[in-house]
C-alpha cells in the first residue's frame, strides 16, 4: 500500500512543480535557460518535505 501512495504522491509533485514553475516562466516572461535546474529546486524541497509527512502519516512499513 506504501507504494501505491508513494507513486501517487510522486505524481501529483510532478505535475504541481510543473505547473508552479510555467506560473513562474509565465510572470517573469521569459522562460529559464537552464528550465530542468528550476525544475529541480522546486521539485526536491517539495518532495522532500511530501515524503516526509507521508511517512510520518501513513506511520513505519510493518
Do not use: K
Amino acid at each position: 500500500m506504501d507504494i501505491l501512495w508513494f507513486t501517487l504522491i510522486a505524481v501529483a509533485l510532478y505535475f504541481g512543480a510543473d505547473r508552479l514553475l510555467d506560473w513562474i516562466e509565465r510572470r517573469r516572461g521569459a522562460r529559464f535557460e537552464n528550465r530542468q535546474v528550476a525544475f529541480f529546486a522546486i521539485m526536491l524541497p517539495l518532495a522532500l518535505a511530501a515524503f516526509w509527512l507521508a511517512r510520518h502519516l501513513l506511520g513505519p512499513s510493518p
